[in-house]
């Protein structure tokens, strides 16, 4: 009745069957590699790199140079603190409004109706598409000339504005286009919280003769904590990650008056080509980052507050 | 009618409104871009901006022969095959033991990886790249793409992976099976609908990334993204031609999503399963 | 078929001991059923047996070979689980069928073993629908056939009718006794059910934290338990256990307790020789228990008095709470018939001839 024990074994069959024992080491081993060679040793050359003075234009070699690049940013070089509080501006602005608008929404959603799929569906556009394709669209659309939004405000009476182009518009567009961009997830996200909220409290309310405002604020908010907290803090961390928006619209400019961080650190290693100090900034936004996340980490491994 | 089925009739109307202005400010440079992928240069440019006019194709045509589209188009869609299939090799086995053998410290590395700057990768990376000769490669593109992805479909499919009894896994050894061959014959069968969901957003990611092949990526293997941005620095293409380049690239990923909507709504949702 | 033997095995989990020196000889088409609460060990047995765990120390031996360090696939045995554990994703016929597959059988004896089996079973209907088609007892069957279809040395049982109601359980317990006939395959059996391990068995295994407390027959496990605690464990309702302390007097032995003052039969009392004034524990069986109506020649030396407390008709016969005085309840199984009302203060007698007596520090019976 088919293979039994005694039948000689080939060497391929040995080989098969050591893999087989050993699963429990052989299979997360690929995955181990890869970060292993994509994230600790390209980390480690990141660390070493942000301590030299290298140019990748100039014919110099790499020197070492210890932290005069951090010197350098923190102070001498009068873009970097401007550039941390650009990452931070964007970051909260767009986060208070995609926080605002996607909670209004969402509370106006959490209900049944007729063609609730097909809302949703076109909810999802601005998410899923490809952000620099959307990126170069609302780049045209922000055109002074050409672009459309311009005449949309002539249409309701307000003057033209520059977009992108004013080193004092920029940042609020940018904001906005964020805001386009990202708020359906915001949407989604309490939506999907909303509609999982118990239906108890809210009855008792209704009993008790709550008006609309008291209900929301003592009711709704407190409910949705866990939420609200978890999505913003997600949302803000990629909100001081973004890239693709600002690199497509405004570059930067005018006059760096758009340069994120973020920005400022491609501008110094892939522009300018000083991929020393570039590689320092990456590390002090990289231990920013790190710092967020394990603050991140430890609240909620300690507040589930139910 | 009473005053109460007026104000029925009013906050509905109200909601529908808002609803629809809401649709609006959300679908609008979609429909833009659309028509405006079909004017004629005259048209595009022509202020107020023409709601009727005859559509042309003579823009998608621009793009298409605009020599980098379809090479472009060639190498996204193989990067994003080849980024999916290694995504799954390498990651669904390391979920599966993790998951039967539960550790802490993963969470927290994986939270991480969900939050780094990866521009600050890129840095390292493109000089190791170069260094290896994988500067312009699908292989390059591909491993910047796993770096993100492994922690991602690990950290989704952990939930799967628990909840297959471990009961069907031990019919199955005994029944005369490897440990591999359970895994394959039984195990991964019954998370498809996981791996369907992380394979749409890894889908969604992958055809949308910008950064990665912007940095490692040069005439040969540049993807969409970067060839469309190529379009708009280098001032290339006029809006027409442009909006019809940003139709394009953006189709093919909002039709998947939206043909395997069930799978990225639960995907969005917030994995519920940390 | 096979012999199985398990020599003094011990399995821990990190520190605690699972199971502690653990040895049984199981004959080659025996029907051998470990029973106990949950906890005992007896479903860690099981599967070290099957090879899905392994042990910390001894050996196991099926069919004279040692398969301790053997991977499951391949020591020829069967399980059926106890959520049954079919492939959700294959149909009946595949689930019994893979085993068979994956030893590379032809197509066609494939076809001809399952279809075979299916009829045994009583399922050929069901074999091209999936599990979740199915309910509790053609599950449990499809498990069986998958179990069946391997021809294995030995079948492994883990509470299979647990998760059945009632009277389906009962249909299957004989149905599997059925097979067994038919089959003759060495089966060990896991169950926490008293009931199941007396009707089935031809010997059970009474385990309690980890370690065994006896092996027997089941006439004879309920005849002469080995200590106090089979004693409780096998029977319902359960056996009646009394502190009593030895006296003697006049030449007779006595188990007195406040209440009642029971004399100890002849035959026994030599074992009792050195325990007079020592504490120990009477164990009587509820239908050791006799109103005095029914009794022939009433004694007093072998009875007691107590109140009536509860009274349950089953019809077939009565079961009495009684509450002697200054005692805990005592549980008798009486005549139908019995006069008898709540309230009531009767004298009832005891058969001493077929009580036991258990030592009070480690429960193990003096007779």
Redesign the interface.
């Known amino acids: 009745?088919?293979?039994r024990?005694g039948d000689p074994e080939s060497f391929f069959t040995r080989v098969l069957e050591t893999f087989d024992r050993n699963i429990r080491f052989l299979f997360p081993l690929p995955a181990l590699i890869i970060a292993l060679a994509l994230f600790v040793y390209p980390l480690l050359e990141l660390f070493y790199l942000s301590l030299t003075r290298w140019s990748l234009v100039s014919q110099e070699p790499r020197t070492f140079i210890g932290l005069t690049n951090f010197a350098r940013a923190f102070f001498q070089d009068e873009h970097f603190w401007r550039a941390v509080w650009l990452m931070l501006y964007f970051a909260l602005g767009a986060l208070a409004g995609q926080f605002i608008l996607g909670f209004a929404l969402a509370m106006m959603l959490n209900r049944e109706f007729r063609g609730e799929s097909v809302v949703r569906m076109l909810l999802l556009f601005p998410i899923i598409a490809t952000p620099v394709a959307m990126s170069m669209v609302w780049a045209m659309m922000l055109n002074p000339m050409m672009g459309i939004l311009n005449y949309l405000l002539a249409v309701v009476g307000l003057p033209p504005s520059d977009w992108a182009s004013s080193p004092t518009a920029v940042m609020p567009t940018l904001i906005m286009v964020d805001i386009w961009h990202w708020t359906p997830f915001m949407m989604l996200v309490l939506l999907a919280g909303l509609k999982n909220l118990p239906k108890d409290p809210y009855e008792a309310a209704m009993i008790d003769g709550a008006s609309r405002i008291q209900v929301f604020f003592k009711i709704t908010l407190p409910l949705m904590q866990p939420y609200i907290v978890l999505v913003v803090i997600l949302r803000l961390i990629h909100n001081l990650k973004v890239f693709d928006e600002i690199f497509v619209i405004s570059g930067g400019g005018p006059m760096r008056a758009s340069e994120t961080l973020n920005l400022m650190i491609y501008h110094q290693a892939f522009t300018a080509m000083n991929y020393g100090y570039a590689c320092a900034l990456g590390l002090f936004l990289l231990l920013v980052i790190l710092a967020i996340s394990l603050a991140v980490f430890r609240y909620r491994e300690r507040s589930w507050s139910y | 009618m009473s005053v109460y089925g007026l104000k029925k009739i009013t906050a509905k109307t109200f909601f529908w409104i808002a609803c629809l202005l809401s649709i609006f400010f959300f679908i609008f440079p979609f429909l833009w871009v659309v028509l405006m992928s079909l004017k004629d240069p005259e048209a595009a440019q022509s202020m107020p901006p023409k709601l009727i006019f005859s559509p042309t194709f003579d823009n998608y045509k621009q793009v298409f022969s605009a020599g980098d589209f379809l090479n472009a188009f060639k190498n996204s869609t193989v990067v994003v095959i080849l980024t999916l299939t290694a995504n799954l090799i390498v990651s669904l086995p390391a979920a599966y033991i993790i998951a039967r053998w539960r550790q802490k410290w993963l969470s927290f590395t994986i939270l991480f990886t969900q939050m780094a700057p990866w521009i600050v990768f890129l840095l390292p990376w493109y000089i190791i790249f170069k260094r290896l000769g994988l500067y312009d490669t699908y292989i390059g593109l591909v491993l910047s793409n796993l770096t993100y992805l492994i922690p991602f479909t690990v950290w989704r499919m952990l939930g799967f992976f628990e909840d297959v009894?471990k009961?069907?896994e031990?019919?199955?050894?005994?029944?005369?099976?490897?440990h591999t061959?359970a895994f394959i014959r039984?195990v991964v069968?019954?998370v498809k609908g996981g791996i369907i969901t992380v394979s749409t957003l890894a889908f969604l990611f992958t055809w949308n990334i910008f950064i990665f092949p912007l940095v490692l990526s040069g005439y040969r293997s540049k993807t969409l993204p970067v060839t469309v941005y190529n379009f708009l620095a280098d001032n290339s293409l006029d809006f027409g031609p442009l909006s019809a380049a940003a139709v394009l690239i953006t189709l093919p990923v909002i039709v998947f999503i939206l043909i395997n909507q069930k799978y990225f709504s639960r995907g969005i949702a917030l994995g519920g399963r940390k | 078929m096979a012999e199985v033997k398990i020599e003094n095995v011990r399995k821990m989990f990190g520190d605690v001991v699972a199971v502690e020196g653990f040895s049984l000889d199981i004959q080659d088409g025996e029907f051998i059923i470990l029973v106990g609460p949950s906890g005992c060990g007896k479903t860690t047995i099981l599967r070290s047996l099957?090879?899905?765990e392994t042990i910390t120390s001894g050996e196991i031996y099926i069919d004279g070979k040692a398969v301790s360090r053997v991977?499951?696939?391949?020591r020829d045995?069967?399980?059926v689980?106890q959520?049954y554990?079919?492939?959700?994703?294959m149909n009946v016929r595949n689930n019994m069928a893979?085993?068979?597959k994956?030893?590379?059988?032809p197509k066609q004896?494939i076809n001809e073993i399952v279809e075979h089996t299916a009829d045994l079973l009583g399922m050929r209907r069901l074999l091209d629908r999936k599990p979740n088609e199915l309910s509790g007892g053609q599950r449990q069957r499809v498990a069986l056939g998958?179990a069946i279809v391997?021809n294995p040395k030995v079948f492994l049982f883990d509470e299979p009718l647990s998760n059945l109601d009632a009277k389906l359980r009962i249909s299957m317990r004989a149905e599997l006794l059925s097979l067994h006939q038919r089959l003759k395959t060495t089966t060990v059996y896991v169950t926490h059910d008293q009931l199941e391990a007396m009707t089935m068995g031809d010997r059970i295994v009474v385990m309690n934290n980890g370690v065994i407390q006896q092996v027997d027959t089941p006439q004879n496990v309920y005849d002469h338990p080995a200590n106090q605690y089979v004693a409780g464990f096998i029977g319902s309702p359960a056996m009646n256990f009394i502190d009593c302390q030895i006296s003697q007097d006049q030449g007779e032995f006595y188990a007195v307790s406040p209440g009642m003052k029971l004399k100890i039969p002849k035959e026994k009392i030599f074992r009792l020789k050195d325990r007079i004034g020592q504490e120990v524990s009477l164990g009587l069986r509820p239908e050791h228990i006799i109103h005095r109506s029914l009794v022939d020649q009433y004694d007093p030396e072998f009875s007691f008095k107590g109140a009536v407390w509860v009274i349950e008709p089953l019809g077939s016969e009565k079961l009495v709470y009684i509450r002697p005085e200054n005692q805990d309840t005592l549980i008798a199984r009486l005549d139908p018939h019995v006069d008898i009302k709540l309230g009531d203060v009767a004298d009832f007698t005891v058969r001493m001839n077929l009580s036991h007596i258990f030592e009070k520090a480690d429960g193990r019976v003096i007779f």
């Open positions: 009745m088919g293979r024990d | 009894p009961e069907i031990e019919a199955a050894w005994l029944d005369g099976c490897t061959g039984m069968p019954l | 099957a090879g899905l991977a499951p696939k391949k045995i069967a399980m689980f959520n554990a079919l492939y959700p994703h893979f085993s068979l994956l030893r590379k059988v004896q998958r391997r």
